[in-house]
């Protein structure tokens, strides 16, 4: 089986400026968790952006799900990020108008495997939709009556997670996810993201400057200490 | 799926978005009602008369023929002498005629000689016949038949007197004091200049002029009523005929004939190419109101891009979002669209609904006071065009937030900070 993530002597650089980003070796296979840690400017941005196929312009390999991304158009990068990667972000990631099932439904309306995938768990979308964010311990009550901009902030992260998570995206990728939360919601935050991910097939990568995440994953990686390629 | 993300967006702006839908609503029932009225008060104007072949007068133009028979606007410069009016009615080819004899008027309002004839056999609008509210047809010398306006606006009713005055003018010196008229009937309103004459016999208006001369009436041969009963009272000419024939394909033949008269110099007109013809004349300033209502939508659909434009600035955070999800540019354009094709549609929708509701409300007073005759219902093809350019320029309007949606999201990478 093909890794999630490959990549082979990345490297990225604006054009006239230094590499802001060089990687040699990074391989993930199915559910094996990473945690990249790296002090602002280390190129953590830049990282996503590329994995996800929003930043064009690279050198070096990177394959996504088997697929490599240099030789796909921007319509397959938004295929492709649309079937296969679970997108959760520091905070404001949520559709303000929408309620808390509509929102966390979004990827499944966009990619047809995740739909698929959610139906096959959950019975149906929405059924996934509402098991996820009761197993994100939210209560049902607010489900269909909120909107997400009426949660807290740690309620509308783990509504993110839930939507990251939905239709068992190959790879979920975490920015910051508990910089706006407090230690005590962060790590409840943490403890419910993993006991889900259990459940699914999906690999987790996630990007902090926050240490004390890293005791909960079995692979670290540090960004900024550069070489040149 | 973006169907619902639109709705829902839209709703999240409630305020702003009843604003912009109101202004639309509006401009559109603005629009369509200022072509419902230039629609129909053409088809009014054209619907004065029908069911009459020709309008025979003495020579003259025949939009001028038209103004002084149908519309009492202005006066003929020289009548039909009776047995020319005798001799047409005994034509095998014509049905019927209605005499017509102008001159007279009663406070402001115009005096119309006439037979019972015009009540049996004039029609207008879709072969309506006029119809009476009160009272009935002429029943004596002296009856007098009401249109519709003058009962409600002089307050007269069936039994009372009237004096009508030697001439056309608003305050008459020469009245016919001696021979006063009294109401036999009042006609329903009807939407055509009838709604502001007064109908008398001819027969009656011979009488009120016995012992005239030139205009004046001649000191010392005062009639009496009773006197006037005594009297042979055929008239000697009328200003104007309306005829009905027994067969249309007679038409043209019995125009050129008349036309073409040598021993009296006559004009017969079709009544529908003359008042084509008048109807030119008129349109011009019912354009410039289709041209202003055009104006009043323009800037509806400037205040709904303005609305749009406006939310852009709150949507980036939006944008990124559908984008990190994998939605592509050009859907996110669509949506944009979307919302744009929602708003118009939605004011045409309220707009036309308004327009009924204004129209349902207003019919019966506009007939009443304008004779404007209005009426409800489904949409005209122009109308239909109307909103399909409605719809179009409010799309067209769409397409700037939509490319604005199309480069953000195109621009975006992915949100790290608010």
């Not at chain 2, 329903?188 to 016995?210: C, F, I, N, W």
Request: a neutral charge; charged letters at 15%.
């Amino acid at each position: 089986m093909s890794p999630v993530l490959r990549l082979e002597s990345l490297c990225f650089a604006w054009p006239g400026s230094e590499p802001v980003l060089q990687l040699d070796r990074l391989e993930l296979k199915a559910g094996e968790h990473l945690f990249i840690q790296g002090p602002s400017g280390s190129g953590k941005t830049t990282l996503l952006n590329l994995i996800t196929g929003l930043q064009p312009g690279y050198n070096g390999t990177l394959d996504v799900a088997g697929q490599a991304l240099a030789g796909l158009s921007s319509r397959a990068l938004d295929r492709l990020r649309a079937d296969h990667i679970g997108l959760l972000f520091q905070q404001f990631n949520l559709l303000p108008y929408l309620n808390l099932i509509d929102n966390v439904c979004l990827p499944c309306k966009l990619s047809r495997e995740r739909r698929d995938a959610a139906t096959r768990s959950g019975g149906s979308v929405e059924q996934e939709a509402e098991r996820l964010l009761t197993r994100l311990q939210l209560d049902p009550a607010l489900f269909r009556q909120r909107r997400v901009a009426e949660l807290s902030i740690g309620q509308q992260q783990r509504v993110a997670a839930a939507r990251a998570l939905i239709g068992g995206p190959t790879l979920i990728i975490a920015d910051e996810p508990t910089s706006a939360l407090d230690a005590v919601t962060r790590d409840h935050f943490m403890r419910l993201l993993f006991e889900e991910l259990e459940q699914s097939d999906s690999t987790l990568l996630m990007v902090s400057h926050d240490p004390s995440l890293a005791p909960h994953f079995p692979r670290q990686l540090h960004l900024g200490d550069t070489v040149s390629c | 799926m973006l169907i619902r993300l639109a709705w829902n967006s839209l709703l999240s702006r409630r305020a702003t978005v009843l604003l912009t839908l109101f202004t639309i609503a509006l401009s559109t029932a603005l629009l369509l009602g200022v072509q419902q009225i230039r629609e129909q008060s053409r088809q009014n104007f054209m619907a004065t008369v029908a069911g009459t072949d020709l309008i025979v007068g003495a020579r003259s133009g025949p939009v001028q023929l038209l103004l002084y028979s149908l519309f009492h606007i202005g006066s003929a410069t020289s009548n039909i002498r009776w047995n020319s009016h005798e001799a047409l009615a005994a034509d095998p080819r014509v049905d019927w005629t209605i005499p017509l004899s102008l001159g007279d008027s009663h406070r402001g309002y115009r005096v119309v000689g006439t037979h019972n004839s015009l009540f049996r056999h004039y029609r207008y609008a879709d072969q309506r016949m006029l119809t009476f509210a009160k009272g009935g047809e002429f029943n004596d010398l002296f009856s007098v038949v009401l249109g519709a306006e003058v009962a409600r606006k002089l307050g007269y009713h069936i039994g009372d007197p009237i004096v009508i005055a030697h001439g056309s003018g608003n305050t008459s010196f020469m009245q016919h004091k001696q021979m006063p008229f009294s109401v036999s009937g009042i006609l329903e309103p009807t939407g055509t200049p009838l709604d502001r004459a007064l109908l008398v016999s001819l027969e009656g208006l011979e009488a009120v002029h016995l012992g005239w001369r030139a205009g004046v009436p001649l000191p010392g041969l005062e009639v009496t009523p009773e006197q006037a009963r005594q009297r042979n009272l055929t008239p000697r000419e009328v200003t104007a005929v309306l005829v009905g024939l027994k067969s249309r394909l007679q038409t043209f033949h019995l125009q050129r004939e008349l036309n073409s008269r040598r021993d009296e110099p006559l004009t017969a007109v079709l009544p529908g190419v003359a008042l084509q013809e008048l109807w030119q004349l008129v349109g011009v300033a019912e354009n410039a109101l289709l041209a202003v209502s055009g104006a009043a939508l323009l800037i509806g659909l400037a205040g709904m891009l303005a609305v749009l434009l406006a939310g852009m600035q709150q949507r980036h955070h939006e944008i990124a979002v559908l984008r990190a999800l994998g939605c592509a540019p050009f859907r996110i354009a669509l949506l944009l669209l979307l919302e744009s094709l929602l708003l118009t549609l939605g004011g045409i929708l309220i707009g036309t609904l308004l327009l009924q509701a204004g129209l349902a409300l207003l019919q019966t007073p506009l007939l009443e006071r304008f004779g404007l005759l209005l009426s409800l219902g489904t949409l005209s093809p122009v109308q239909w065009q109307l909103c399909a350019l409605i719809l179009l320029l409010g799309l067209l309007s769409g397409l700037l937030p939509a490319l604005m949606a199309w480069r953000m999201a195109s621009a975006r990478r992915l949100i790290r900070r608010n």
